[in-house]
């Protein structure tokens, strides 16, 4: 069995650096919006372990869970549409 090496992910610069407001931030809806999309992004890839771990913190550091934060951020989309203007039509999930 041969062991597998982490991936860089392409964003990883950019997303570090939202990361780190998110770290220093507070839970806003536009926050807790970027929170669930890189949750989203980085589930399951194998790399960039400091952001994942960063992720984790800020969640803690908000008192959530991931379902909790899920289930806020579904409402925020529905009632204010957090990306409406900002390129909404791109799939930037991933």
């Not at 069995?1 to 998110?22: A, G, N």
Request: negative net charge; hydrophobic residues 30%.
């Amino acid at each position: 069995m041969t062991e597998q090496k982490d991936q860089e992910h392409p964003l990883w610069k950019s997303d570090r650096e939202i990361v780190d407001s998110l770290l220093i931030g507070e839970s806003t809806d536009w926050n807790l919006s970027e929170l669930a999309r890189l949750r989203i992004r980085y589930n399951g890839f194998p790399g960039a372990r400091d952001i994942q771990a960063d992720l984790d913190k800020v969640l803690k550091n908000w008192n959530l869970t991931e379902d909790a934060l899920f289930e806020q951020t579904r409402r925020i989309h529905v009632e204010t549409k957090p990306y409406k203007g900002r390129g909404a039509k791109r799939d930037d999930w991933s």
